[in-house]
Nanobody, 124 residues
Framework: QEQLVESGGGLVQPGGSLRLSCAVSGLSLDYYSIGWFRQVPGKEREGVSVISSKDDRTYYAGSVKGRFTISRDNAKNTVYLQMNSLQVEDTAVYYC?????????????????WGPGTQVTVSS
């Protein structure tokens, strides 16, 4: 059964760091691109970053570029989102998502599979 499960969220002070993990089962990272999204209540889900299955291409939202890094470990079937210099505005529920087509994740925001999300709260 296909499943994505996020972990690593929590409470952190502004300027701090967190690393989110997306553990993937039933799907191979050799074929599936993985994206990270975030959502605040009352707002649309926002694409944060995506990594390609084929050539390690990565894309980032302008608001996180230079602070967040996406990476993957195919042997562990896990994708990571390293988040540094966190700001209050980064507070959200973070979701990972999978699709064989990177652009269905990054452009049309309609990947085939979603995780349940993990809460990230940045507050002093």
């Amino acid at each position: 059964q296909e499943q994505l499960v996020e972990s690593g969220g929590g409470l952190v002070q502004p300027g701090g760091s967190l690393r989110l993990s997306c553990a993937v089962s039933g799907l191979s990272l050799d074929y599936y691109s993985i994206g990270w999204f975030r959502q605040v209540p009352g707002k649309e889900r926002e694409g944060v970053s995506v990594i390609s299955s084929k050539d390690d291409r990565t894309y980032y939202a302008g608001s996180v570029k230079g602070r967040f890094t996406i990476s993957r470990d195919n042997a562990k079937n896990t994708v990571y989102l390293q988040m540094n210099s966190l700001q209050v505005e980064d507070t959200a529920v973070y979701y990972c998502a999978a699709d064989v087509n990177l652009y269905r994740i990054w452009l049309s925001r309609s990947p085939d599979y979603w995780g349940p999300g993990t809460q990230v709260t940045v507050s002093s």
